[in-house]
């Protein structure tokens, strides 16, 4: 079996990310049009990186098999902030104009469960200071342990800023049950409406970490 390493993500990885959002996540809620949900991936992932302090990928062969962003407050972004606006201001340009030509395009409900969201993180302890924004994994390399191994890392360096815990927004369109299963409790849920594209479940785990525990630390691994 083929070694599995770990290093940061870099700029020269954003490609390979937006292959498996695509791969992961059905944007067709929000656009018909292929074009349009394109651009839409694009600017997804600019948006989650733009507040990052920490992202890993893991890497098979060379290959992008999986990777976890994520943020302490407080602590110093990762990213090149300007590439990054100006990368989002072309992308926001675009999604305008299909915005415009599909009236019943789904953006504005995602607008709304981001209030959801929102709301629900609002009702956190202050301690739980992290939060995991974009964790993927391809499909052809699942159930080989990688996201345990990233989830790890990541609870590492949240040790080492001395955080309270995380939080992480996910839907049911996600392996949403992967928290359930490491020591992450699940503290808000919603059923959401996208009119004819169908429904969705938003929901908000959170796990708290005492200094020198992870979510493995009473988890067979």
Not at 197 to 215: A, D, F, H, Q, V
Request: hydrophobic share 35%; with cysteine; charged share 35%.
């Amino acid at each position: 079996m083929s070694e599995i390493c770990f290093r940061p993500v870099t700029e020269e990885d954003y490609p390979a990310m937006i292959a498996l959002l695509k791969e992961s996540w059905d944007f067709s809620f929000f656009f018909r049009d292929r074009a349009a949900r394109e651009v839409m991936y694009t600017d997804y992932l600019y948006r989650c990186l733009k507040e990052i302090t920490w992202g890993e990928a893991a890497c098979v062969d060379g290959e992008l098999a999986g990777f976890l962003t994520g943020a302490v407050r407080g602590r110093k972004r990762i990213t090149d902030q300007k590439r990054l606006a100006e990368r989002m201001k072309e992308t926001r340009s675009r999604l305008v104009t299909y915005m415009r030509r599909d009236e019943n395009n789904g953006v504005g409900a995602a607008g709304n469960a981001g209030k959801f969201y929102e709301q629900a993180v609002a009702k956190l302890p202050d301690t739980v200071n992290g939060r995991i924004e974009l964790f993927l994994v391809a499909k052809k390399f699942r159930r080989r342990g990688i996201g345990k191994r990233l989830l790890r890392r990541f609870e590492t360096y949240l040790r080492q800023c001395s955080a309270g815990g995380c939080y992480v927004e996910t839907d049911s369109m996600c392996d949403y049950r992967f928290y359930d299963r490491h020591g992450f409790r699940r503290t808000d849920r919603r059923r959401f409406p996208l009119g004819e594209r169908g429904t969705i479940t938003l929901y908000l785990y959170m796990k708290e970490l005492p200094e020198g525990e992870t979510s493995f630390s009473r988890t067979r691994t």
